[in-house]
Each structure stands twice: as C-alpha cells, then as structure tokens.
C-alpha cells in the first residue's frame, strides 16, 4: 500500500478455496459475516444464541452478499474467559444445525481453536472451513486436524491469550515479526498438505493501537507470503478508541479501515455488518479497475 498503484497484481491474485467441494473464488475480495452463539461477544448486535434468530441473521447476510458464515461460540474479547469445550459445542451445535437445516448451500465457518470442536462439528454438520485466533498454538492438534479433514483453515496471529493478550504487548518489529510467525506456520502446515490457508493478521490480539494502525498501512507486505488474506476490523477498539465512541457507532470508521484493508491486499473481510462491506468492495473494485482499451 506504501506504493500503491492500480496496476500492479496486488489486487487481481487468482486465489482460490476448496470448501468442501465447491470453489469459492478470491480474485475479487469476499466478505464473511459474523455470527456469534455467545451471550458476551464485545458488539452487542452480532449475538444471536438463539437457533431462528442466528437463521434470519444468516439469511439477511447471505442476501446481502456474504460468501462464508463464521459461527463462535466463545468470545475473544481483550480479558474474556474460556469456557469448557463441551460448552462450546452445546452453545454452537444448535446454531449450524439450524443454518444447516434452512440453508444447506451454506459456506459455513468455524471460529474455534480446539480440534476436538472441530472434528465434532466436521462430523455432525460437515463444516467448510475453521478460523482459529491461535493458528494452532493453543491445540497442537489443530493443524493435523484440519489437514485430515480436507478443511480450510484461517490462521491468526494473537500474542498471548483473550485473557492476557492487551497487557503489554511488545515486538521488535510488528509486520516483521508476524511474517517470521507466518513463516513458520505455513512450512507445518505444507508438509502436511493443507492446501486452502488463510493468514489473519489479528487487529486487536495482542497489539496496541498503535501497532494494528502500523499493520494496516504495511498490510501489502503479507504478499510475500502468496496466501490469501483475511481481515477483522470490524467495530474493533482501534477505530472506536480513535473516533472517541464505541463499537455501536463505529461502523463508518470501519468502512474507511476496510477500504485501506482492500487496498493493501485483502481477500476476505470478516465483517459485522456485510450489507456495507459489499458495497466497499464494489467502489474498491472501480478503484483498481483497468481501463477500457480503445485502440
């Protein structure tokens, strides 16, 4: 983004992501809506425990463009507590099981850091895709997991735990740091032939705001990488804090980071509200657009 030019291939990458069977393209950034089965995730409006309540929120998304549902049933919020994995699959299981049942062509997500979760909800509902804010380190299973099940897997950086990660966090060099992370994580997971990754740079775990406002505006050099590039922006502390408000009235300011997240790279907004998401996606692509050729 440092260099920015409607020319360059930053912004056309031919990424693709195998789920379960049906391609989901990423030459033109997607945006994936959050669904949360928990009764204390940090915005208020994206809670919706109850099975037809979480159906209609799915339906009102996928009407208004969203490719991929992300369900949780734990919040990670800055100081949230873990609760028991069979809590987190007795919050979660009726949710899909609902979206399943009213919309089965679902592209549906699972944000969770725990294999067994995932192999539970693989098992029951035949899930496409896990979102784990801890790319593996809270669960050395989780990259074998994934890797059997033929599932795709968005790995986040976070420094620390929800608990911990706001205490102090500290890098020699943010972008550089979480490439080096990267690094690592992607070598396990190719030998182990997990095809359709995901890197997340993880706004808001374990970095001040002035480190997450760093990443934004050096996002474009995640494309050393060559994987696609996941963003959760949405109504988070770095913007509401720097507006002065709160995540209720954070949603324009979310747009302007998503627009800079679009610029830098991204393929995928993990999104709150997918209705405005779309349409920044449809003025970033007559942004980077090529011209007509008249000759």
Known sequence: MNN???????????FSL???????????????????????????GSRVPEPGVAVEAAKRMLNEGASILDVGAISTRPGAMEIPEDEE????????????????????????????????????????????????ESDPQMFSTV???????????????PETMQDSPQYDNVLDDLLQFFGKKIYKLKKLEVNDVIIDPGFGFGKTTEQNFQLLRELDGFAILELPL????????????????????ALTGTTAAHMAALLGGASILRV?????????VKIFSQIVKKPANNT
């Open 272 to 280: 709150h509200d997918v209705k405005e998401a779309i349409e920044t």
């Open 4 to 14: 920015f030019s409607t020319s360059t291939t930053l912004f056309s990458r031919n």
């Open 89 to 136: 699959v007795d919050r979660i299981s009726p949710v899909i099981e609902a979206i399943r049942n009213e919309i089965p062509e679902a592209l549906i997500s699972v944000d969770t850091w725990r294999s067994g979760v995932a192999r539970t909800l693989h098992k029951r509902f035949g899930i496409h895709m896990i979102n784990d804010i801890s790319a593996g």
């Open 147 to 161: 890797a059997e099940l033929n599932l795709a897997y968005v790995m986040m950086h976070m420094q620390g735990t």
């Open 230 to 249: 996941m963003v959760g922006l949405s109504r988070k502390s770095m913007i509401y804090k720097s507006l002065e408000s709160n995540p209720t009235e």
């Open 18 to 44: 195998n789920m379960g069977g049906q391609l989901l393209k990423l030459s033109t950034p997607v945006v994936m809506g959050i669904i949360n089965a928990t009764p204390d995730s940090f915005f208020q």
